[in-house]
């Protein structure tokens, strides 16, 4: 081992192995220190898997590294290059499996061959387009592929860049491009786990190679890896409680909590980043930050110079300087400002050439291309001024002007990221309807936060100086005085993946563990994913966010729903489709069959049979049964339950959802297919997000051009003005002041005409598992007003880990087990209720009494 | 051969850091690594050195590996001079 103050030599990744250099020098002051390295690493690992940070795949890379890092740092400095690409073969080899690992390199010995082929370098270029283009088709699927769906992010995320800088170096002879260092460079061990992955320079991943003491340099990295975790740690806080959907933004305070969030969900990234390129200075890496105080960029230039470091070195390397040097000929400021509008034009070519790669589709969007291109309008107007203004002294104090360059730089970020992770323009811009709305306790909490911002911003934050001396090698005491705060810390964080941890905080801080210990979707994501917005998989890349974990783990095809699929026949008005009889198909993966009525049930006559209770059930795609098989919906479940304890008399549960269903198709379907079957009860069903889906529901009516024969939803559409040329977002707009009135018209209707066919209304308030019950509590007051009898399920899940009763991490509709437990729960109310016929024939009068 | 490292020296403390104490920019200052050039500024000492030494300079040789210190500056400079 190296002294901790002397300067290592270069490993030269070509020399060969010489006794001097080999020279090992182990000391137990040495191995401390590597042990409380390892230690944190091993932390680290636990971290991730208590959080489930990402995926698997980082949990297994952080174990890889934890147990290489000590028989890493203890070998001889001119084995270690060789060394670090074994251990990052073997991370690769775990994580893909050999067979899929195998086609990683396969692929990349082919492009690094025709990198180093001994031919001219047009040639060359040509070669390798060729090969890319060839890569291009087999993942699209023009050309069938053999290999693994989940293996294109890998290549993508090792190949797509790195392929370009190491090119570079071998035209340039930066650095040697020998077969391990290759090895490693494209290989590199935390690569297999993160499909955004810094631009690492190959010169600089050569170069830096233990180009300083050696414990200065892992000191660095496990510094750089707990501010990783802290920043992922940020980011769930902000993504659970920070964020908001869109269509829930009403007043200035939210248009700013909206605005700026969305900019706060980037610590997301710059914490992946930390997490990465720490992990790489434990093997001796010792690369420059990738980010650095970028909320406190005074500039849009300076933002640039901060923010995601190794893009801008790759995009200065590879295009600004080339491009620059070419056009220097018209002048020092026209190729300055040409050559930065080729870097951002180019940026955003590259981002989708990135999507490409990662999710098989490229990424253009029109708010996509107003963000690179504002973004490069405000930088080429910072950097003409910067360039024509004079240079003054640096000044250490706080400063009024650099705050307000600061808070100027935050919000114009913010609002340009705001529109970035916006559906459309016309979505962003209708958000600014709400900044005329706030209120004097809104106004004092934005005042609050402005004064914070300014005492903050005032500072020269990490700015360079002159004066500040090179970080010293630490010495062993501070080591490991710095390594127990970091244990305390990472301890800390990875208890709150306990659940029994956090229900010990108190009562006010157990949502904020939660959010920090569980890795779930917000409210926003959920919806959109439940709407089927994530189809698209760039809208998640667009997000950047937790979302595009669950949008990658999702089967594919899985948004699409029966109506897209073709499975279902059109029926003129509100209704607008339903099942056709005797379906019988594989859907979400579970069988989907439907009986001789059109029904997802079994069969059943039209004439209800002697001594049968009849239980028509009306609802949307968590009655119907999503994701699940048949006789897995819990209204299958529990007339299974019941047929087993033998009631009399039999109770039969037709199941007549169909998904999407708003309270008012849930109507239309009574009156025009269940009432034929003279049920004695009649469920209907209603979700927190009612007002979603009815939205949607209008939207789909105006699109087809649907005939609307219900009179209070054609007024109201009326009123509201909506076309057909509104989107979503539109319709929950101009609803939004009748959501109320429309629950209060549907649920009357419903009542008056379930009990015109002699039955009795009861309705089921539903969620989905992680879904909050949001507006029942209201919904529930309107439905016991119009006359229905109310049964709560929304309590159905308490007591266990919701995370584990949805379909998947990608929907969280309810799986079988968490259909039991509704079932459960509906037997449970429609027995308090004394709706569900006991032993004995039930006398009640078939006419509740709120019905009228 | 001129002396390159007076000239760039006092070429960086006119126009990248007014008011600064000489004696604090050593020959081992970082200038591109430690934020003193960002790329603006290092496009104009290219200029200069271009300029001033009669010398010509590719685009990849404009990295924090040839231009972060003075002497890295003025090994640049003099091996460029040294071929003419």
Redesign the interface.
Not at chain 1, 156 to 175: D, N, S, V
Not at chain 1, 429 to 457: D, K, N, R, W
Not at chain 1, 737 to 749: K, N, Q, T
């Given at each position: 081992m190296t002294s901790p103050t002397a300067p290592a030599a270069p490993t030269g990744t070509t020399a060969a192995l010489s006794p001097e250099v080999a020279e090992s020098r182990v000391s137990a002051a040495s191995l401390a220190r590597v042990g409380i390295l390892a230690l944190q690493l091993a932390l680290t690992a636990l971290v991730v898997r208590e959080l489930r940070i990402e995926s698997f795949a980082l949990y297994t890379v952080m174990v890889v590294a934890a147990v290489a890092f000590p028989v890493h740092a203890l070998l001889a400095p001119v084995l270690r290059m060789r060394a670090f690409a074994v251990i990052s073969v073997a991370g690769l080899v775990l994580v893909l499996q050999p067979k899929a690992a195998l086609a990683v390199f396969g692929i990349g010995a082919v492009l690094v061959g025709l990198v180093q082929l001994p031919v001219r370098w047009g040639v060359k270029l040509a070669l390798l387009s060729v090969a890319g283009v060839g890569l291009a088709l087999l993942r699209t699927g023009t050309i069938p592929s053999p290999l693994p769906h989940a293996l294109w992010p890998v290549l993508g995320a090792i190949f797509m860049f790195r392929l370009a800088l190491y090119a570079?170096a071998w035209r340039?002879k930066?650095a040697p491009t020998g077969f391990w260092p290759t090895l490693g460079y494209f290989a590199m061990l935390p690569n297999v786990a993160f499909p955004l992955f810094p631009v690492v320079d190959y010169?600089a991943f050569i170069?830096n190679h233990y180009d300083a003491p050696d414990f200065l340099i892992y000191e660095r990295g496990m510094r750089w890896i707990a501010r990783g975790v802290v920043h992922l740690a940020l980011y769930r806080l902000v993504y659970h409680h920070v964020t908001m959907d869109p269509l829930d933004v009403r007043s200035l305070g939210q248009l700013v909590q909206f605005t700026l969030s969305t900019f706060l969900l980037y610590l997301r990234v710059s914490g992946q980043f930390h997490l990465i390129v720490g992990v790489l200075h434990l093997f001796g890496f010792n690369l420059?930050e990738t980010h650095h105080l970028y909320y406190l960029a005074s500039s849009f230039?300076d933002l640039w110079?901060r923010i995601n470091l190794y893009w801008t070195n790759f995009m200065?390397?590879l295009v600004?300087?080339?491009a620059?040097?070419r056009l220097r000929k018209h002048g020092?400021e026209t190729a300055?400002l040409l050559s930065t509008a080729i870097v951002f034009l180019m940026t955003w070519l590259l981002h989708a050439y990135q999507t490409f790669w990662l999710l098989g589709a490229p990424h253009f969007t029109v708010p996509d291309a107003l963000f690179w291109g504002i973004l490069g309008v405000l930088v080429l107007v910072t950097?003409v001024y910067?360039?024509r203004r004079a240079?003054?002294?640096?000044q250490r104090r706080w400063e009024l002007g650099r705050a307000l360059q600061v808070i100027g730089v935050f919000t114009g970020m913010s609002l340009l990221w705001s529109l970035w992770s916006s559906e459309s323009v016309t979505e962003w811009a209708s958000l600014f309807h709400a900044a005329g709305q706030t209120s004097t306790s809104e106004v004092l909490a934005l005042g609050a936060l402005l004064a914070l911002a300014l005492v903050v911003a005032g500072y020269p934050w990490g700015?360079?100086t002159?004066?500040?001396a090179p970080e010293p090698a630490p010495a062993l005491g501070a080591q490991l005085r710095a390594g127990g705060l970091r244990l305390a810390l990472l301890g800390s964080v990875a208890a709150l993946g306990q659940p029994a941890v956090r229900s010990a905080l108190p009562l006010a801080l157990r949502p904020y563990a939660e959010s920090v210990g569980e890795p779930g979707l917000n409210a926003r994501d959920e919806a959109m994913l439940q709407r089927g917005y994530y189809e698209q998989l760039n809208a998640a890349d667009r997000t950047g966010g937790q979302v595009w974990n669950a949008v990658a783990e999702r089967p594919r095809g899985w948004g699409a729903g029966l109506m897209e699929l073709g499975w279902t026949r059109p029926v003129p008005g509100v209704l607008l489709a339903e099942l056709p009889p005797d379906l019988h198909q594989t859907y979400k993966g579970q069988p989907f069959t439907t009986n001789a009525w059109g029904m997802r049930d079994q069969a059943y006559t039209l004439e209800k049979p002697v001594d049968t209770y009849r239980v028509a059930v009306l609802g949307p795609s968590l009655v119907m049964g999503y994701g699940i098989g048949d006789g897995e919906p819990f209204e299958a479940q529990l007339e299974a339950m019941l047929a087993a304890e033998g009631t009399h008399p039999r109770v039969e549960l037709l199941n007549f959802a169909f998904e999407g269903h708003s309270l008012t198709q849930q109507l239309a379907t009574f009156r025009q297919r269940a009432a034929q079957f003279r049920p004695d009860l009649v469920l209907v069903t209603l979700t927190p997000i009612e007002h979603r889906v009815a939205a949607e529901h209008v939207r789909r009516l105006m699109a087809a051009g649907a005939s609307v024969e219900v009179p209070y939803l054609a007024r109201v559409i009326e009123q509201a003005g909506i076309t057909s040329a509104d989107r979503h977002a539109d319709v929950v707009r101009r609803l939004r002041p009748y959501d109320e009135d429309l629950m209060h018209h549907a649920l009357r209707a419903l009542v008056e005409q379930i009990a015109e066919a002699g039955a009795r209304p009861a309705l089921m308030l539903v969620r989905m598992p992680t879904q909050p019950a949001g507006p029942l509590a209201r919904s529930a007051e309107l439905a016991a007003e119009a006359g229905f009898t109310v049964l709560d399920l929304s309590h159905a899940y308490d007591g266990h880990e919701e995370n584990q009763l949805r379909v998947g991490p990608w929907d969280r509709h309810p799986n079988a087990e968490a259909n039991r437990l509704l079932a459960v729960a509906l037997q449970h109310e429609l027995q308090r209720t004394r709706l569900l016929p006991t032993s004995t024939p039930d006398p009640v009068s078939p006419v509740p009494s709120g019905a009228r | 051969m001129p002396d390159v490292i007076p000239q760039v020296k006092q070429y960086i403390l006119d126009?990248?850091?007014?008011?600064?104490?000489p004696a604090?920019?050593t020959l081992t200052?970082p200038l591109v690594?430690?934020?003193?050039l960002?790329?603006?500024a290092t496009?104009d000492l290219v200029?200069f050195l271009e300029g001033r030494f009669g010398i010509e300079l590719?685009?990849?040789e404009?990295?924090r590996?040839r231009l972060d210190t003075l002497e890295k500056i003025a090994e640049l400079v003099q091996g460029k001079l040294a071929r003419v």
């Amino acid at each position: 081992m190296t002294s901790p103050t002397a300067p290592a030599a270069p490993t030269g990744t070509t020399a060969a192995l010489s006794p001097e250099v080999a020279e090992s020098r182990v000391s137990a002051a040495s191995l401390a220190r590597v042990g409380i390295l390892a230690l944190q690493l091993a932390l680290t690992a636990l971290v991730v898997r208590e959080l489930r940070i990402e995926s698997f795949a980082l949990y297994t890379v952080m174990v890889v590294a934890a147990v290489a890092f000590p028989v890493h740092a203890l070998l001889a400095p001119v084995l270690r290059m060789r060394a670090f690409a074994v251990i990052s073969v073997a991370g690769l080899v775990l994580v893909l499996q050999p067979k899929a690992a195998l086609a990683v390199f396969g692929i990349g010995a082919v492009l690094v061959g025709l990198v180093q082929l001994p031919v001219r370098w047009g040639v060359k270029l040509a070669l390798l387009s060729v090969a890319g283009v060839g890569l291009a088709l087999l993942r699209t699927g023009t050309i069938p592929s053999p290999l693994p769906h989940a293996l294109w992010p890998v290549l993508g995320a090792i190949f797509m860049f790195r392929l370009a800088l190491y090119a570079h170096a071998w035209r340039h002879k930066e650095a040697p491009t020998g077969f391990w260092p290759t090895l490693g460079y494209f290989a590199m061990l935390p690569n297999v786990a993160f499909p955004l992955f810094p631009v690492v320079d190959y010169k600089a991943f050569i170069r830096n190679h233990y180009d300083a003491p050696d414990f200065l340099i892992y000191e660095r990295g496990m510094r750089w890896i707990a501010r990783g975790v802290v920043h992922l740690a940020l980011y769930r806080l902000v993504y659970h409680h920070v964020t908001m959907d869109p269509l829930d933004v009403r007043s200035l305070g939210q248009l700013v909590q909206f605005t700026l969030s969305t900019f706060l969900l980037y610590l997301r990234v710059s914490g992946q980043f930390h997490l990465i390129v720490g992990v790489l200075h434990l093997f001796g890496f010792n690369l420059p930050e990738t980010h650095h105080l970028y909320y406190l960029a005074s500039s849009f230039t300076d933002l640039w110079r901060r923010i995601n470091l190794y893009w801008t070195n790759f995009m200065m390397k590879l295009v600004y300087y080339p491009a620059f040097f070419r056009l220097r000929k018209h002048g020092q400021e026209t190729a300055l400002l040409l050559s930065t509008a080729i870097v951002f034009l180019m940026t955003w070519l590259l981002h989708a050439y990135q999507t490409f790669w990662l999710l098989g589709a490229p990424h253009f969007t029109v708010p996509d291309a107003l963000f690179w291109g504002i973004l490069g309008v405000l930088v080429l107007v910072t950097t003409v001024y910067e360039k024509r203004r004079a240079r003054r002294p640096a000044q250490r104090r706080w400063e009024l002007g650099r705050a307000l360059q600061v808070i100027g730089v935050f919000t114009g970020m913010s609002l340009l990221w705001s529109l970035w992770s916006s559906e459309s323009v016309t979505e962003w811009a209708s958000l600014f309807h709400a900044a005329g709305q706030t209120s004097t306790s809104e106004v004092l909490a934005l005042g609050a936060l402005l004064a914070l911002a300014l005492v903050v911003a005032g500072y020269p934050w990490g700015a360079a100086t002159l004066a500040a001396a090179p970080e010293p090698a630490p010495a062993l005491g501070a080591q490991l005085r710095a390594g127990g705060l970091r244990l305390a810390l990472l301890g800390s964080v990875a208890a709150l993946g306990q659940p029994a941890v956090r229900s010990a905080l108190p009562l006010a801080l157990r949502p904020y563990a939660e959010s920090v210990g569980e890795p779930g979707l917000n409210a926003r994501d959920e919806a959109m994913l439940q709407r089927g917005y994530y189809e698209q998989l760039n809208a998640a890349d667009r997000t950047g966010g937790q979302v595009w974990n669950a949008v990658a783990e999702r089967p594919r095809g899985w948004g699409a729903g029966l109506m897209e699929l073709g499975w279902t026949r059109p029926v003129p008005g509100v209704l607008l489709a339903e099942l056709p009889p005797d379906l019988h198909q594989t859907y979400k993966g579970q069988p989907f069959t439907t009986n001789a009525w059109g029904m997802r049930d079994q069969a059943y006559t039209l004439e209800k049979p002697v001594d049968t209770y009849r239980v028509a059930v009306l609802g949307p795609s968590l009655v119907m049964g999503y994701g699940i098989g048949d006789g897995e919906p819990f209204e299958a479940q529990l007339e299974a339950m019941l047929a087993a304890e033998g009631t009399h008399p039999r109770v039969e549960l037709l199941n007549f959802a169909f998904e999407g269903h708003s309270l008012t198709q849930q109507l239309a379907t009574f009156r025009q297919r269940a009432a034929q079957f003279r049920p004695d009860l009649v469920l209907v069903t209603l979700t927190p997000i009612e007002h979603r889906v009815a939205a949607e529901h209008v939207r789909r009516l105006m699109a087809a051009g649907a005939s609307v024969e219900v009179p209070y939803l054609a007024r109201v559409i009326e009123q509201a003005g909506i076309t057909s040329a509104d989107r979503h977002a539109d319709v929950v707009r101009r609803l939004r002041p009748y959501d109320e009135d429309l629950m209060h018209h549907a649920l009357r209707a419903l009542v008056e005409q379930i009990a015109e066919a002699g039955a009795r209304p009861a309705l089921m308030l539903v969620r989905m598992p992680t879904q909050p019950a949001g507006p029942l509590a209201r919904s529930a007051e309107l439905a016991a007003e119009a006359g229905f009898t109310v049964l709560d399920l929304s309590h159905a899940y308490d007591g266990h880990e919701e995370n584990q009763l949805r379909v998947g991490p990608w929907d969280r509709h309810p799986n079988a087990e968490a259909n039991r437990l509704l079932a459960v729960a509906l037997q449970h109310e429609l027995q308090r209720t004394r709706l569900l016929p006991t032993s004995t024939p039930d006398p009640v009068s078939p006419v509740p009494s709120g019905a009228r | 051969m001129p002396d390159v490292i007076p000239q760039v020296k006092q070429y960086i403390l006119d126009h990248h850091l007014p008011g600064e104490n000489p004696a604090n920019l050593t020959l081992t200052t970082p200038l591109v690594s430690g934020g003193i050039l960002d790329s603006l500024a290092t496009l104009d000492l290219v200029a200069f050195l271009e300029g001033r030494f009669g010398i010509e300079l590719e685009a990849h040789e404009v990295d924090r590996d040839r231009l972060d210190t003075l002497e890295k500056i003025a090994e640049l400079v003099q091996g460029k001079l040294a071929r003419v």
